[in-house]
């Protein structure tokens, strides 16, 4: 049985990226042990988020005849890993990530799409917490496409506020105290207004 990683979508079809999990062992344990045994190009990325440093290493390979039952993965191209590196306070952690994809990606292109991905989970997963959306009750396709919007919005709203203003508060706190209290939902307003350049509006 073949398992595709392509995809038609809106008549084209779309080349896939997965996350090679747990439920795949052999293929996982087969890219861990190829990833990191041979001299493979590699792409590293650091920065500072929340307080801690990051240091991403991502890595690819195209070359992958020889992977076992590579056949069953219709249009496989690439196998590919990140590897990240947590430091805060002196303390030091790391994990592994292992990916497949139906593309030719180098490191720098794999690291690229997997934070893609990780937005589009840490989105849901937020939209979920915060405003418990995979229980919504609404059947109208269309309210509830809105409604997504909506939280979107008041989410990215939220999240730029507390990088602006309040890094110490969390988001959750924000959005609570908006909706309790108009005095302060009316100065969390104020503060997008101001920052909007009216000359520039008018402009166009």
Same mark, same amino acid.
């Given at each position: 049985m073949f398992k595709k990683l392509c995809k038609k979508s809106g008549g084209r079809k779309r080349r896939l990226f997965i996350v090679v999990k747990d439920n795949n062992e052999r293929l996982k344990e087969d890219i861990e042990l190829y990833i990191k045994n041979e001299n493979l190009h590699f792409h590293t990325k650091a920065e500072l &988020?929340?307080?801690r440093i990051e240091k991403r290493t991502a890595y690819t390979a195209t070359e992958i005849d020889w992977l076992y039952n590579k056949e069953k993965w219709e249009n496989l191209k690439t196998i590919g890993a990140i590897h990240t590196e947590f430091t805060k306070d002196k303390k030091k952690s790391s994990e592994w990530h292992y990916y497949?994809?139906?593309?030719?990606?180098?490191?720098?292109? @794999?690291?690229?799409? #997997?934070?893609?991905?990780? #937005? %589009?989970e840490s989105m849901h997963w @937020? @939209?979920? %917490?915060?405003?418990s959306e995979d229980k919504t009750k609404v059947w109208d396709m269309n309210i509830q496409k809105t409604l997504n919007i909506m939280r979107k919005i008041a989410l990215n709203l939220a999240r730029e506020y507390k990088n602006r203003f309040e890094p110490k508060k969390a988001i959750s706190g924000i959005l609570k105290r &908006?909706?309790?209290?108009? &005095? &302060?939902? #009316?100065?969390?307003i104020r503060c997008f207004i101001e920052l909007i350049d009216v000359s520039a509006l008018l402009q166009n």
């Open positions: &988020n929340g307080g497949i994809s139906s593309r030719e990606l180098t490191p720098e292109e @794999l690291l690229k799409h #997997a934070r893609q991905e990780w #937005a %589009v @937020l @939209l979920d %917490v915060h405003f &908006n909706l309790f209290d108009l &005095n &302060n939902l #009316a100065k969390f």
